[in-house]
Structures are given as C-alpha cells and as structure tokens.
C-alpha cells in the first residue's frame, strides 16, 4: 500500500461525457502527479501540482483539466470524452518534487 | 518526442540468470534515473535509482549502471526468481529551477522469469 488513494477504480463511460477522477496523495505529501497510460505505452505525464499550484505542465489535452485543493487533493477532470481517452490514470504524489513518487493503483477508464 | 526509450517490450528468462533491461535517453539534463516496477492491477513501486554523479549503484539483487557518454541505463537483476516477473519502468527526472521534478518515463519492459 503506497498511501495514495485513487478513486473510483473503474469507470466505463460513454463518448461525450465528462468524468471526474480524484487522488488522495499520501499524508504530508505537497506534490501530485497525474499520468496517463493508454494500451502498450509508457507513463505520460499529464501535470503536476505542488501545495495547490500547477507547477509542470506535460501532453495535457485542453479537454482535461486537474486542480488540488487546500486539503491537497487533486482531481482530474476529463470532458467530451473520446474512445482513445481510454486508460489507465495514476496519480503519484512525492513528499517535495525533488523526492521519490509513490503512486496510487490507477483509475482505469472506459470510454465505448 | 520520446525521451526515454525502452526498446525491448519484453524479455523472458530463466530463474537463476540475469535479467538485463535496458534505457537509452535522449536529453543530456537528466540528472536522476530511476526504475520502477509494476504488477498487474497495482501503481508502480519504486526499485531503484542512480544519480547522473554515478556509474553504478547496487540494492542486493538489483543493480543499475549508467553509461552518460552512451546515454543509456540499464537494470541488472541477479540472480532473477518468478517474483521479478513484471512490468519494468525506466524513468529519468529533468530538474528545472521552480521546483518540478516530474518524472519522464519510458514504454516499460515485461520482464518474465521462468521457474
């Protein structure tokens, strides 16, 4: 158990729609990380967040926005969703970004 | 533009050999290497890494060793047992002043270890 905590685990969802994706980091941790990995690829890196400020920026697509909250949170947010958002979202947070990222179990998505 | 690659999807051995996995990247910026593991339905878990100040760094059976001239990494596990066998990230941190230090990973190695 790495302490970060992803919710919901699976999501099946249709094409159009929007869908909401949240990530608990471990306690004391200030940053979060959001990756996205799709059939037979590696890791992408989505964004960053650091004690609630968007700190890096990756292949994040305009349809998909995050934020972290003051309890430190964050939430990534996917709308008009298409079939190839389908995949495996992680969330990772790191006690400071120059430390280790441990990673939740992944929120898998289904876009039919 | 893939920064790290991970040329070999899988690799298959016997338990008892070596398990060699291999990285090459591309930005000379990189300044810390990393491996993670990762099992089915399961996030990545960190394994080990090495600083771009380093050839070599050793954690019992896992050792990574860094050719920067090369720009390439690699993982060897000795000897290699069926628990090993799982999906292999390399990944590589490009430090930038405004603290980030988000990790660039690569398209992983399914590493099978045959009892």
């Known amino acids: 158990d790495s302490g970060v905590t992803q919710t919901p685990k699976h999501l099946i969802t249709a094409t159009g729609q929007r869908v909401t994706l949240r990530c608990s980091p471990r306690s004391g941790d200030l940053s979060v990380y959001w990756y996205q990995q799709s059939l037979d690829q590696g890791l992408q890196f989505l964004i960053q967040?650091?004690?609630?400020?968007?700190?890096a920026k990756g292949n994040i697509l305009e349809r998909f926005s995050a934020q972290q909250f003051p309890d430190l949170h964050s939430e990534l947010n996917l709308s008009s969703l298409e079939l190839g958002d389908s995949a495996l979202y992680f969330c990772?947070?790191?006690?400071?970004?120059?430390?280790?990222?441990?990673f939740g179990e992944g929120s898998r998505l289904t876009v039919l | 533009d893939q920064q790290v690659k991970q040329n070999s999807p899988s690799l298959s051995v016997q338990e008892g050999r070596i398990s060699i996995l291999n990285c090459d990247y591309t930005n000379s910026m990189f300044d810390y290497f990393l491996w993670y593991k990762k099992y089915p339905a399961e996030g990545p878990t960190f394994l080990i890494s090495i600083s771009s100040i380093k050839d070599k760094n050793e954690d019992g059976r896992f050792t990574v060793f860094l050719n920067k001239s090369a720009k390439h990494l690699s993982l060897h596990i000795v000897p290699s047992q069926p628990g090993d066998s799982a999906v292999y990230f390399c990944?590589?941190?490009?430090?930038?002043?405004?603290?980030?230090?988000?990790?660039?990973f690569g398209q992983g190695t399914t590493l099978q270890v045959k009892p």
């Open positions: 967040y650091y004690n609630g400020e968007e700190r």
């Open positions: 990944a590589a941190r490009f430090y930038r002043s405004g603290n980030t230090g988000k990790l660039i």
């Open positions: 990772a947070s790191s006690v400071d970004p120059t430390g280790e990222l441990f």
